[in-house]
Nanobody, 124 residues
Framework: QVQLVESGGGLVQAGGSLRLSCTASGRTFSSLTMGWFRQAPGKEREFVAAISWSGGTTIYADSVKGRFTNSRDNAKNTVYLQMNALKPEDTAAYYC?????????????????WGQGTQVTVSS
């Protein structure tokens, strides 16, 4: 079992930055693929980014590529999502997720454990 707790959300103006954190407890964090997803009101949950257990492989949704950076610190059991140049369309609840698979990928069903979410609101 893995427990995930996100933090770092908030209200920011367009063009600003936020850094989300997700701290894990339970199962060995360093062996887990970690992902970030987001969900805006009335929309389906969508993939944002994922990072391999070592941090050596990262993938991003096209909508955030070049603006968001996914990283992890296995010594702190924490994964980060640095979000720069934020746009109003980035407004959503952001969730971190952990996969039991060797590689979780970009689909929600690749992830078994989910945090409670943190709200990001970008004003224009």
């Amino acid at each position: 079992q893995v427990q995930l707790v996100e933090s770092g959300g908030g209200l920011v103006q367009a063009g600003g930055s936020l850094r989300l954190s997700c701290t894990a407890s339970g199962r060995t964090f360093s062996s887990l693929t970690m992902g970030w997803f987001r969900q805006a009101p009335g929309k389906e949950r969508e993939f944002v980014a994922a990072i391999s257990w070592s941090g050596g492989t990262t993938i991003y949704a096209d909508s955030v590529k070049g603006r968001f950076t996914n990283s992890r610190d296995n010594a702190k059991n924490t994964v980060y999502l640095q979000m720069n140049a934020l746009k109003p369309e980035d407004t959503a609840a952001y969730y971190c997720a952990a996969s039991r698979l060797l590689w979780g990928g970009s689909e929600p069903n690749g992830y078994a454990y989910w945090g409670q979410g943190t709200q990001v609101t970008v004003s224009s």
